[in-house]
């Protein structure tokens, strides 16, 4: 006879083990809405997902028509490959910059031109790196530390510090339907800010 203190070996209980053909257990109608609400989720963060790619692409299309108009070719081909040379969007914004500095020291009349690139610029560099997610990561659901089921733009898996920083911090690693939302609503208000510096810079220059 085993000791009292001995743990016996789990066994399954058979009765319980679905079989192929079984049907599915059945759910109650409150776990049926919560399935439903997030089949939901992930399909509008798919859809959102989409729409943080479309939506930052036309802000790079916009810059990449004004690094056009400050170097001074009607070639947009030759304006995209030296806009899109540099691998990094930091890079790409810096010589934008620098362009228009140039401007500005060879005897363009407007002392605002420099200062107010410089304040567009900095709300591009500040914007959250969301677009990099949705490119490159997964959608991926995750149970919060309340059980809440939430679908995420996940990192990809390599990127192992931002998962380990997100939950140092108490975090779900990635971006929510709210976030990726956001996002959007952020990248059309700089796109307009990018066209309306255009457009000035285009007056000042005497373009129409």
């Known amino acids: 006879m085993a000791d009292e203190g001995e743990r016996k070996a789990w066994k399954p209980d058979l009765s319980k083990v679905r079989k192929i053909g079984d049907p599915p257990p059945e759910r109650s109608p409150e776990e049926v809405k919560l399935m439903e609400a997030l089949a939901k989720e992930h399909s509008d963060l798919r859809d959102a997902r989409l729409g943080v790619?479309?939506?930052?692409?036309?802000?790079?299309?916009?810059?990449?028509?004004?690094?056009?108009?400050?170097?001074g070719t009607h070639d947009p081909i030759v304006a995209s490959i030296l806009y899109f040379s540099p691998h990094?969007?930091?890079?790409?914004?810096?010589?934008?910059?620098?362009?228009?500095?140039h401007l500005v020291v060879s005897g363009v009349k407007d002392p605002d031109l420099k200062k107010n690139w410089d304040r567009v610029a900095e709300k591009l560099r500040k914007k959250k790196n969301i677009r990099n997610l949705a490119a490159h990561g997964n959608i991926i659901t995750y149970a919060d530390p309340s059980g809440k089921n939430t679908p995420l733009i996940a990192p990809v898996m390599m990127?192992?510090?931002?998962?380990?920083?997100?939950?140092?911090?108490?975090?779900?690693?990635?971006?929510?339907?709210?976030?990726?939302?956001?996002?959007?609503?952020?990248?059309?208000?700089?796109?307009?800010?990018?066209?309306?510096?255009?457009?000035?810079?285009?007056?000042?220059?005497?373009?129409?």
């Open 53 to 71: 790619l479309d939506s930052w692409n036309l802000v790079e299309g916009a810059l990449a028509e004004l690094l056009r108009t400050v170097v």
């Open 88 to 101: 990094s969007f930091r890079t790409r914004l810096d010589t934008i910059s620098k362009l228009i500095e």
């Open 159 to 208: 990127q192992m510090d931002a998962y380990l920083n997100a939950y140092r911090s108490g975090k779900l690693p990635g971006a929510s339907l709210t976030e990726a939302r956001q996002f959007i609503q952020t990248a059309e208000r700089l796109r307009i800010e990018v066209d309306a510096y255009h457009q000035r810079l285009k007056t000042v220059l005497g373009i129409r």
